[in-house]
């Protein structure tokens, strides 16, 4: 993926905060020197996975397969006091797709934040990990809705979907809806070991150096 690529994409999230009037941490917005003056900060939000994330899953195809998120807050998984929890910010473009996946340990929360319709499709799988055809039930605002599996569900701005750990799922924006800036509220993640990609993909973007970084990502050390 090409960093003018990756900037592009930055400004598109920053426009769509200021669209729905959302703001970041006052890091949401250091540029590589401003990491670099705040040493003790970077190292914190590092070792957290805070901050900016895009990728296109190895794709080349950002546009149809890729995401670009926000980390918020998060903890350090299996360390004694730390958040137990964490919350991102996923800037969905119309037919943008999310590659299936599941989660090893997390349990997460997907809410439609504003703008477009977010589309999700799930399955189950048995103890092997091998996807099933059967229903699969998921708590729509915290109601139970049963789906047939890979079925899209629509959550439109406001609704929300809980998704247990382990169960397939995959996501995009609905052509013709616009933009879908989505919430995730999770139990404490960690981006390096708890993605289980139902094909062989990578979790983070190569990068094409074509252009100064516009802000580091967090996971490529530059904070």
Partial sequence: MRRSEINAALRRA?????????????????TAADFAAHPQESAY???????????????????????????????????????SYA???????????????????????????????????????DADGTVLKEDVTVPVDGLPQRLAAWEPLILRPGQSVT????????????????????GEVSQVNDDHSDNVFLEPIGRFAAIEEDEPPLRPLWNEGGC
């Fill in 163 to 182: 998704i247990r750990t382990g169960l397939y799922h995959r996501f995009y924006g609905r052509k013709g809806g616009g933009p879908v800036l989505v």
């Fill in 87 to 125: 919350e991102k910010l996923l800037f969905v473009e119309e037919g943008q797709v999310t590659p299936t996946h599941r989660h090893a340990a997390k349990m997460e929360d997907i809410i439609n934040r504003a703008g477009g319709d977010l589309v999700i499709e799930f399955a189950a799988t």
């Fill in 14 to 30: 920053t426009q769509t905060l200021e669209r729905w009037h959302w703001s970041l941490p006052a890091w949401g917005y250091w």
């Fill in 45 to 83: 939000l590092r070792a957290h996975q805070l901050g900016w994330d895009v990728t296109d899953f190895g794709s080349n195809r950002f546009a149809e397969c890729g995401l670009v998120l926000f980390c918020l807050r998060n903890g350090i998984v299996d360390i004694e006091d730390e958040r």
